[in-house]
């Protein structure tokens, strides 16, 4: 099976799973590499949730896992940072205190709401919603940097009330091209969230048209990753998801090992 890099263990704040769990579900999956990339998110403003990873508990733990499993699995050791244009000094502090091998940026939080909230729709269109998401990563690509694929692009998509029916990248495609050539000048790749399947899309995170842009702009590098936040959920949807980067052109996936890309033919 493909290799899955975006997971979330009991060390995320949305999730309870046990690590080790994870990982024996990966090997069962017959997967060679696997990633945990649990939350970072400063601040986060629903007090009823904790993204603020304890870094120096959850490194070692995971690293003895690694070792323990070292025969069996190579496993990836990562973080999901929230990018947000005013902690980037503080995610930069916190990520660099140990040797990850691969950080995901995404965009959680913008301009103080999470989307995954009704709150963030309310009282205005979809159009307004999704314009606004997309001006926000702007935002953080000028000023966020330490990261090296952006996470679930289109994000905001897998909880508007309108699902994917309301939504077009040709709608977008000014702001959005801008975001990739970007990611793309400046080395970053970006990601395929088969997240957005167990959501309720009829497609990943980012959806068909953005993955296949990414390509004829000149975009590389391109992870794969299931969101899991439960151990059943790992590997989840990767054989259409498989298919759907082969047919947007792509004849390799990525993994990152000490920050540095490796490229694995489909």
Not at 56 to 68: G, N, Q, V
Not at 116 to 125: L, Q, V
Not at 178 to 195: F, M, P, Q, R
């Amino acid at each position: 099976m493909l290799p899955d890099c975006h997971t979330h263990s009991r060390f995320s704040g949305d999730s309870e799973e046990n690590p080790e769990i994870m990982i024996k579900s990966a090997i069962k999956n017959n997967m060679k590499y696997f990633c945990f990339t649990d939350h970072l998110d400063l601040d986060y403003p629903e007090n009823d949730v904790d993204f603020n990873l304890d870094v120096d508990t959850y490194y070692p733990y995971i690293h003895h896992l690694k070792e323990s499993y070292s025969d069996k699995i190579d496993i990836g050791i990562g973080v999901e940072c929230g990018l947000e244009p005013h902690h980037s000094a503080r995610l930069n502090d916190i990520i660099t205190k140990y040797p990850f091998d691969y950080i995901i940026g995404s965009s959680h939080i913008v301009n103080g709401k999470d989307p995954y909230y009704k709150s963030y729709f309310e009282n205005r269109t979809n159009k307004e919603a999704y314009i606004e998401y997309f001006d926000y990563i702007l935002r953080c690509l000028e000023t966020c940097s330490n990261f090296d694929v952006y996470g679930h692009l289109d994000y905001v998509i897998r909880y508007t009330p309108y699902k994917d029916d309301a939504f077009s990248y040709f709608d977008y495609s000014d702001i959005i091209d801008e975001i990739l050539k970007k990611l793309i000048s400046s080395g970053k790749g970006i990601e395929v969230n088969t997240g957005g399947y167990l959501n309720g899309l009829s497609q990943p995170n980012p959806c068909e048209d953005i993955i296949r842009r990414y390509n004829e702009l000149g975009g590389e590098i391109l992870t794969i990753g299931s969101d899991a936040h439960k151990a059943t959920i790992i590997g989840s949807n990767f054989d259409k998801a498989g298919t759907l980067i082969s047919k947007c052109g792509f004849k390799y996936i990525t993994i990152f090992k000490n920050r540095c890309p490796e490229f694995i033919k489909l």
